[in-house]
Antibody, heavy 127, light 109 residues
Framework: QVQLQQWGAGLLKPSETLSLTCAVYGGSFSGYYWSWIRQPPGKGLEWIGE???????NYNPSLKSRVTISVDTSKNQFSLKLSSVTAADTAVYYCARLSVTMVRGVISHYYYYMDVWGKGTTVTVSS | EIVMTQSPATLSVSPGERATLSCRASQSVSSNLAWYQQKPGQAPRLLIYGASTRATGIPARFSGSGSGTEFTLTISSLQSEDFAVYYC???????????FGQGTKLEIK
């Protein structure tokens, strides 16, 4: 059974860099994309970005200029860095596995969904 | 950017009754739609993907329907553990992007 364990600094000052890591246990690392999602207090979910085992990344355009996601395949880990944080970056940050299911037909369809999640890390930005 | 709009924001239903939650996309997402359940202090849990396929271990009382821009999550007979916040999520291939709705809070009537 795949489990995601995440950790990182929980209290930051404005302008600092947020740094979180997520480790994957109990399953394949190379066959998936791995995502970061955040949730501000009392609000909804926002996708930050994703990476696969070869280091191919995709980012939310609204955060792209400040986000770096990296991977360490030797440890089955991936990491998030978010630079120049402000109070607006205060949120619970989740890591998640992205799975894909292909449905064959006249035209094959691919369905993408996040099926395994970490427990979340609360990050507070305050001076 | 595709915008996902969920309605209602809050839904009050009695245990044992049926709940119907809606999700609308600003443009067609085909069937690339997933539903998640989130309880306080917990990570989201995948319920439905491909608009209508239940994830592993999800009870049959949860069902999803729709395609294009209109989607529905139905819980046929509410159990106490079903009261939570529900999010829809779409996937867009170009640019590669995932967008969530703002959520529907399902509360006990």
């Amino acid at each position: 059974q795949v489990q995601l364990q995440q950790w990182g600094a929980g209290l930051l000052k404005p302008s600092e860099t947020l740094s979180l890591t997520c480790a994957v246990y109990g399953g394949s690392f190379s066959g998936y994309y791995w995502s970061w999602i955040r949730q501000p207090p009392g609000k909804g979910l926002e996708w930050i970005g994703e990476i696969n085992h070869s280091g191919s990344t995709n980012y939310n355009p609204s955060l792209k200029s400040r986000v770096t996601i990296s991977v360490d395949t030797s440890k089955n880990q991936f990491s998030l860095k978010l630079s120049s944080v402000t109070a607006a970056d205060t949120a619970v940050y989740y890591c998640a596995r992205l799975s894909v299911t292909m449905v064959r037909g006249v035209i094959s369809h691919y369905y993408y969904y996040m099926d395994v999640w970490g427990k979340g890390t609360t990050v507070t930005v305050s001076s | 950017e595709i915008v996902m709009t969920q309605s209602p924001a809050t839904l009050s239903v009695s245990p044992g009754e049926r709940a119907t939650l809606s999700c609308r996309a600003s443009q067609s997402v085909s069937s690339n739609l997933a539903w998640y359940q989130q309880k306080p202090g917990q990570a989201p849990r995948l319920l439905i993907y491909g608009a209508s396929t239940r994830a592993t271990g999800i009870p049959a009382r949860f069902s999803g329907s729709g395609s294009g821009t209109e989607f529905t999550l139905t819980i046929s007979s509410l159990q106490s553990e079903d009261f939570a916040v529900y999010y829809c999520q779409q996937y867009n291939n170009w640019p590669r992007m995932y967008t969530f709705g703002q959520g529907t809070k399902l509360e006990i009537k």
